[in-house]
């Protein structure tokens, strides 16, 4: 026994060779921003080297918003260089008490989780409470430059990829002077080369934060020759608006025809700075490309995938158009949801909490559970009263509702009735997700496999004209398997239901209600075996399929490449070494594996593998010699193993022997 335990020990500490302690790495300061970028400003793309601006522009707002600031300054300069300056009290520049020998400056730039606002003393709401955003910017900054005024005093300091060029300078007496002063440009070894600051861009974020915040001044410039022709972004202008979101909602309404002139707005200011500002109105035709559109910011924080406040806003309309319409006995109102009566509309939203919690660092989420409760109340009341105020304009809301809710209604009743071949006998119900479009024109059909893969699908999908049925794993093997197992096959006849045909000699392509099926499976072994049982289902049971050119094949990407702030995808390995050849040539980029569709983010999938205008796919055809196809087929796929091994040997002079 001893001499087996012995063994045992000397092989597990053969296994454990080449990993020890001098293999865990110790990322320390900045180094983790730096080594991992997409973990704090989401990526390395054109949005990521914006939201850049915003992390150092929501820290002068902070200021304003505490009352400390009257006036914020934004320059964009021809070198690269943008400026944001502030009249608030200035970063502190003392000793830290924990870090003596470091001023408060250099702490707060570069050490991550550091900063004035985990506690209510200095900030009592305010958007960056994960103390990562100006040391993240200095972080990812080929080069940041800082000025203090405090104290009648002039302090500087730069910063080289987040570390400092030299100690803190006092510069010299500034008696007429005070704020906060950051200047700088975005790495290249960081996003590339190609990415540079859109003037236009930067202006829209620095209008929306005059909107959100009424008493403050932002004040843009930006150098004539980075404005493009066609670009109205002016070069000069004062930002200032005193009715808030209001203001913003006149300028978004003005081409649009509005089912009531009157617009619904408010804001109701709450202890500790909380507050609750709305502005919405309502419009026939929609606003631009979108039927609806809202907007909501949480502590001036943008969050663009919505949350508790946007929650709590739409269960405030919905309840209180409800009880109006109970108030003067419209019995149609009791049917009405958020979406029938903010349809169409165009929806601000902005509200100041303490401590938000947010999905992720970029803030896109608010997750603070009683922001629905802050928002709702606040706006309920205000809208009851709002309604009863104008009982025209009331009247004429509540009915334009109403034929919202009917027109979904009827919409539902319509799908129901076109498809209801497709999905009355599924065992599971939704598992086909179907698209809203009556007529098989344009539509499409993706079979994926299994659950993971269903739903990345089913959110990358275009609703309109793409639909999802999810498969169990694989399918039988109809060249194998006898009619009595076919007939008996449910995942084979959910698949028949859907396509809406019959099988065999009942299969008539002009019953197909989708234009297009697509079969996407995952981009390895197990997921092209998978597509080969269904070609084979759909080769032997509806062959005008693929004689009509309907059937494709998705191609997903099994790499995820990325260098700088360009990141591409290969199919297969093949495709990855060209890549590396022509894209990366050089260069060492960053290579992810995916091990499935289900691993693939929604957007991911979207762009890749399910878009149109930038995905690719194999259409399934019948090659030459087509009348040997079946013979083939059942050499491959059927019951006899003799004739795959004996095909397998009369092929084997066109294999090409791998080292391995």
Known sequence: MANNNQARL?????????YSAKD???????????????????????????????????????????????WIDVHLSEDGFLTVRDDGRGIPVDPHPKFPDKSAL????????????????????????????????????????????????LYVQAYERGKPVAPIELKGPAPNRRGTMIRFRPDPEIFGDRLAFKPHRLYAMARSKAYLHRSVEIRWSCDP??????????????????????????????????????????????????AVEWAIS?????????????????????????????????????????????LTNNKKASTLT?????????????????EPEFVGQTKEKLSTTDAFRVTETAMRDRFDHWLTASPKDASRLLDWAVSQAEDRLKRKKDKEVSRQSATRKLRLPGKLADCTDASAQGTELFIVEGDSAGGSAKQARDRNSQAVLPLRGKILNVASAGDDKLSKNQELNDLSLALGVGLGSRFKVDDLRYERIIIMTDADV?????????ITFFFRQTPGLIEAGRLYLAMPPLYRLSHGGKTVYARDDAHKAELMETVFKGKKPEVGRFKGLGEMNPSQLKDTTMNPATRVMARV????????????????????????????????????????
């Not at 994960?130 to 430059?145: D, I, K, P, T």
């Open 338 to 354: 958020a979406d029938d009566v903010l349809g169409t509309a165009c929806a601000l939203l902005s509200v100041f909490i303490r």
């Open 282 to 326: 309502w419009s026939l035709n929609g606003y631009g490309e979108a039927d609806g559109l809202t907007r909501s910011y949480c502590n001036t924080i943008p969050t663009p995938e919505g949350g508790t406040h946007e929650a709590g806003m739409r269960s405030a309309l919905t309840k209180g158009l409800r009880a109006y319409g109970e």
């Open 621 to 660: 055809a019948l090659a030459e010699g087509a009348e040997d196809s079946d013979d083939l087929v059942e050499t491959l796929m059927g019951k006899r193993a003799d004739l795959r091994f004996r095909y397998i040997q009369d092929n084997a002079s066109f294999v090409e022997a791998l080292d391995v």
């Open 10 to 18: 000397f092989d597990m500490s053969e296994e454990s060779k080449g």
């Open 106 to 153: 250099e702490v707060i730039l570069t050490m991550l989780h550091s900063g004035g606002k985990f506690t209510n003393k200095a900030y009592k709401t305010a958007g960056g409470l994960h103390g990562v955003g100006v040391s993240v910017v200095n972080a990812l900054s080929e080069r940041l430059q800082v000025e203090i005024a405090r104290d009648r005093k």
């Open 526 to 534: 197990d997921g092209a075996h998978i597509a080969a049982l269904l």
């Open 24 to 70: 865990i790495e110790v990322l320390e300061g900045l180094e983790p921003v730096r080594k991992r970028p997409g973990m704090y400003v989401g990526g390395t793309d054109e949005r990521a080297f914006h939201h850049l601006f915003a992390e150092v522009l929501d820290n002068s707002v902070d200021e304003a918003v505490a009352g400390h600031a009257s």
């Open 225 to 274: 020759s980075l404005i493009h022709e066609s670009d109205k972004t002016p070069a000069v202008a004062t930002l200032r608006y005193p009715n808030g979101l209001a203001d913003m909602l006149d300028e978004m309404s003005e081409s649009a025809s509005l089912v009531i002139p009157s617009i619904f707005s408010g804001r109701i200011d709450g202890e500790d700075g909380a």
